[in-house]
């Protein structure tokens, strides 16, 4: 089909440009990106070194609710076209990465805190392993402790200590 001539066909004239539904999608997924951002608590919007303006806009979306938080998303999704939005995400996974691992640890703990009021003798050697300053007189004292309140119907107030010790060490490793 030459409709130019010489000068080419009409396909080789639009190769270069993107379509418009191309266009749609990439504006979804910064309008998507600009919603991962609202999520984020203030702390951690201010490890990613964000402009001012994205920022603020950020900041006042976490006061809003449905119509007006949506609307807000939207201004969101058209700033972050001025904005460096590749560096954005990468920045923002290793934030998810770091808050991961951190879950992880948590969940780590509670099952050592868990093996060890079930009397589970296997888990004070992989401590005493694990952390340096592992005190296990404390640390029988504790479990002693939280295995009489759970006897005597109490709250579990060893339990937490428990684990608020173990939390403690390892902090210190």
């Known amino acids: 089909m030459e409709k130019f001539g010489s000068k080419g066909t009409y396909e080789d004239e639009f190769e270069d440009e993107v379509s ?4 749609k999608r990439e504006l979804l997924a910064l309008k998507e990106l600009g919603k991962e951002l609202v999520e984020l608590p203030v702390r951690d919007l201010d490890k990613l070194d964000l402009s001012e303006r994205l920022y603020e806009s950020l900041v006042k979306a976490h006061g809003m609710t449905k ?5 807000q998303v939207g201004t969101i999704g058209k700033v972050l076209i001025h904005e460096n939005y590749d560096e954005i995400r990468v920045k923002l996974d290793k934030i998810r990465q770091a808050h991961n691992g951190e879950i992880k640890q948590f969940h780590q703990l509670e099952l050592w805190r868990d093996q060890l009021l079930a009397g589970d003798n296997n888990v004070m050697a992989t401590l005493r392993n694990e952390f340096v300053d592992f005190d296990m007189q404390h640390v029988r004292q504790l479990v002693r402790n939280a295995n009489k309140e759970q006897e005597q119907s109490k709250p579990p107030k060893s339990a937490r200590l428990l684990f608020k010790y173990l939390q403690a060490c390892d902090k210190n490793s």
Not at 20 to 23: H, L, R
């Open 20 to 23: 418009k539904s191309q266009v």
């Open 67 to 71: 119509g007006a938080l949506k609307r």
